[in-house]
C-alpha cells in the first residue's frame, strides 16, 4: 500500500484550463500538505491544512485552492492555469511534529 | 526565512566523507533533512528538535545547533545509493511549527 498517492502522475492542460490534483494518504496523519517544485528543484510550501486550521502561504495565488472532504485527503483546485504554474506538485503527509512523507508528485505542463 | 545549505554541490568518491550544513536567519524549532534522487520524491531522513539531536541512520547523523541556528548532516563511508539532492527543512515557533521552509538542496554525486 502507498502510504501518499496522488493522482495524476502527469497532467499537460491548456492555459486557462480548470485542473485538479488528488491526494490521498493513509498513514492515519493529523496534517497535510501541498509544495511546488520548480525547475530549479525549489521546493515551496503552498499550504498545510488539519481538522482544525488551514495556513496558507500568502505568496500563493488565489487561484490555488485546497479542498479536503475528510482527514486522509487533501485535494488541489487550480484554475485559469498559467505557464508559469508548470512544475513539480508534491502533497505530503506528516504527523504532529514528525517526518514529513511525500507523495510521488504530479508533474504539471501548461502549454 | 528560506534556510541557506552548503554547499551546492558535492562530488565524493565511494568511502569517501561529507559534510552539510543549514544554517538560518532565525531561531529555529526543528530541523528536517531530506534526501530526493532524480524524477523521486523526498525522503524523510531524521528530524532534530530544539534540544535534541537525532541519529537518523547508521552512517548518517546530523547535529543541531540553537544557539548558532545551524545544522550539519554528516555522511559517513559514503555508498553510490547517497547520490541525490539533500535539502534541510526548517520550522520556527509559532502555529506553524509544522510548516518546513526548505533550502536550496545539495546535490551530491558518488562515484565508484
Known amino acids: 500500500d502507498t502510504a501518499v498517492s496522488q493522482t495524476p502522475k502527469y497532467l499537460v492542460t491548456q492555459m486557462g484550463n480548470d485542473k485538479s490534483i488528488k491526494c490521498e494518504q493513509n498513514?492515519?496523519?493529523?496534517?497535510m500538505y501541498w509544495y511546488k517544485q520548480d525547475s530549479k528543484k525549489f521546493l515551496k510550501i503552498m499550504f498545510s491544512?488539519?481538522?482544525?486550521?488551514?495556513?496558507i502561504n500568502e505568496t500563493v495565488p488565489n487561484r490555488f485552492s485546497p479542498k479536503s472532504p475528510d482527514k486522509a485527503h487533501l485535494n488541489l483546485h487550480i484554475n485559469s492555469l498559467e505557464l508559469g504554474d508548470s512544475a513539480v506538485y508534491f502533497c505530503?503527509?506528516?504527523?504532529?511534529?514528525?517526518?514529513?512523507?511525500f507523495g510521488s508528485g504530479t508533474r504539471l505542463t501548461v502549454v | 526565512q528560506q534556510p541557506v545549505q552548503s554547499p551546492q554541490a558535492v562530488i565524493l568518491r565511494e568511502g569517501e566523507d561529507a559534510v552539510i550544513n543549514c544554517s538560518s536567519s532565525k531561531a529555529l524549532y526543528s530541523v528536517h533533512w531530506y534526501r530526493q534522487k532524480h524524477g523521486e520524491a523526498p525522503v524523510f531522513l531524521m528530524i532534530l528538535l530544539k534540544g535534541g539531536e537525532q541519529k537518523g541512520h547508521e552512517k548518517i547523523s546530523a547535529s543541531f545547533n540553537e544557539k548558532k541556528q545551524q545544522s550539519s548532516l554528516y555522511l559517513t563511508a559514503s555508498q553510490l545509493s547517497y547520490s541525490g539532492t539533500y535539502f534541510c527543512?526548517?520550522?520556527?515557533?509559532?502555529?506553524?511549527?509544522?510548516?518546513?521552509?526548505f533550502g536550496k538542496g545539495t546535490k551530491l554525486s558518488v562515484k565508484p
Open positions: 505530503a503527509s506528516s504527523q504532529g511534529l514528525g517526518g514529513m512523507f
Open positions: 491544512y488539519n481538522n482544525k486550521e488551514l495556513i
Open positions: 527543512g526548517t520550522s520556527g515557533y509559532g502555529g506553524s511549527q509544522g510548516n518546513l521552509i
Open positions: 498513514l492515519g496523519h493529523d496534517t
